[in-house]
């Protein structure tokens, strides 16, 4: 796992692979098994002093993350040395994991949940055989997964950032954890907000928490605002009299129309898992999302 020690990044530069990420978990695991992730971790049970033993503390951490996952056969056995990552995993055949965090967390045990987070959830994902090819990629899956299946509120809390220096762990960007968090929020009805000691997080959370909005505001959706309805409109008709082509000139909304059996129909992606959703283009109706069962006001 990376560890940011230079000027932070900002803004969503890896929506897309995000977007793709949370499609694969719904794909990967089903509706039922991610809802079974409803409860995130507790801070009460992450919380790590500078008065608790620093070996002792580790491994209650550590098996925290392995009760979490639902690992139970999973032995983690954690080490520290000097490296330029935050934390790394050996993910060999077998019933032991060797973990090994940086140095630094000697002194910064407040941190040593969310690196643990990360590296547990590299073991669970090779468990179910999900991956994406390359290493940044994968990468963002890691924090994606550990962000919506509850323990990446972690990863976010430890961004700190003043004028003298900076912290941030993972691939991600603080708002794109703050993306996924939001996400998962709107899906389980969660105030991650509440869990946050770091104020940086916190606005993160917010600005991604808008972001998340955003994607539920989009035509051909009822919550779409004005201009996106208009512009969707313009779009349909030129699809009508083009035999489905969007128009050339058309604003990029992210929906496309198509013609089958006479029957012009659109396609845009679900706000909830990203999964692309294919209906007729007919007016007012309700679609229903088959991968994350979520329930769609639309106006096609």
Partial sequence: MAVGGGPVV???????????AVTALYRRL????????ETSVAPADVAFSDQDDLYLGVQRVAREMVRHLRLPDAR?????????????????????????????FR????????????????VYLHRLDLSFPGTRDNEILTDTATAYLGAG??????YRE????????????PEEFGYVLAKRALAFGEAPETWFTSAQAYTAYTKGLAQARRDEQQPPLTA?????????????????DHGGAVAAGGTGGDYSFSVGGGTLRVTFPCPACHQRIRVPARGRMRARCTLCRTVLECDT
């Fill in 76 to 104: 983690m056995i954690v080490s520290f040395r000097e490296m330029e990552h935050a934390a790394y995993v050996e993910l060999a055949a077998g019933s032991e994991y060797f973990i090994e965090l940086n140095d630094r």
């Fill in 224 to 240: 779409a605002g004005w201009a996106g309805r208009r512009r969707y409109a313009k779009d349909r008709r030129y699809a009508r």
């Fill in 30 to 37: 089903s509706y039922d098994t991610v809802h079974t992730f």
């Fill in 10 to 20: 900002h803004g969503y530069p890896h929506l897309e692979t995000v977007r793709a």
């Fill in 162 to 173: 003043d004028g003298a220096s900076s912290q941030k762990l993972g691939y991600l960007t």
């Fill in 153 to 158: 509120w972690l990863l976010l809390d430890a």
């Fill in 107 to 122: 002194t910064h045990r407040r941190d040593i949940g969310a690196a643990l987070a990360h590296e547990v959830m590299h």
